[in-house]
């Protein structure tokens, strides 16, 4: 069986090229077969139009709030039979109606070791407060900020010359091989939450 994965995206999509390159190579047994963003310009529409998958722009201005908005987005997500939605750059914050709609079915990439810097900007607030290791996390979504069950981390050192830009950079290539790597798990029903904590079967 081929695990079908609805991607959500904002910006120039590069953890979405890992995703789609992982499905073609074969490494993992899925397809991603819709991606939805909420920047109308963004690179990853074009990456997945590239790919002959559906690109959908849906506005979150054009709505009343917040809830409104994910009802259209949900779906979007159902009427591709989705089964695994993955946040790729994706820069809203994912609410109840989405949350409700795929119950253990969000995941995220976050360029930090959570529970260290959540939230925007991690790579280089990581830099200035001085860590000697910093990385990537994949992680179930739930209602707070990068605050769901941990999945996969790569640890990334931080080397004496690095500069903000030179540590993300390295971090982006860790979260390329570790976010296909997840998607691969939850494909073959190798991860169980339980509490605070994956288990990998």
């Given at each position: 069986m081929v695990l079908k994965i609805g991607v959500l995206v904002s910006g120039r999509g590069?953890?979405?090229q890992a995703i789609m390159n992982a499905c073609d190579e074969g490494r993992i047994p899925a397809q991603v077969v819709v991606v939805v963003s909420d920047v109308g310009d963004a690179l990853a529409l074009e990456r997945a139009r590239s790919k002959g998958?559906?690109?959908?722009?849906?506005?979150?201005?054009g709505f009343s709030g917040k809830k409104e908005y994910e009802q259209v987005v949900a779906g979007i997500l159902k009427n591709h039979h989705v089964e695994l939605v993955c946040l790729a750059g994706y820069m809203r914050i994912v609410g109840s109606t989405l949350?409700?709609?795929f119950p253990d079915r969000i995941i995220n990439i976050h360029p930090a070791l959570l529970p260290s810097f959540p939230g925007l900007d991690a790579q280089r607030r990581a830099f200035e407060y001085g860590v000697r290791f910093s990385g990537c996390t994949v992680h179930f979504i739930d209602e707070g900020i990068d605050s769901g069950p941990i999945i996969l981390q790569a640890v990334v050192p931080v080397q004496q010359n690095d500069t903000p830009e030179t540590l993300a950079q390295r971090i982006l290539a860790e979260e390329h091989r570790?976010?296909?790597?997840?998607?691969?798990l939850f494909a073959g029903g190798?991860?169980?939450?339980e509490g605070r904590k994956v288990l990998l079967g």
């Open positions: 590069s953890n979405l998958i559906d690109a959908v722009h849906v506005d979150y201005h949350l409700d709609a570790i976010y296909p790597e997840a998607i691969g190798k991860l169980k939450i």
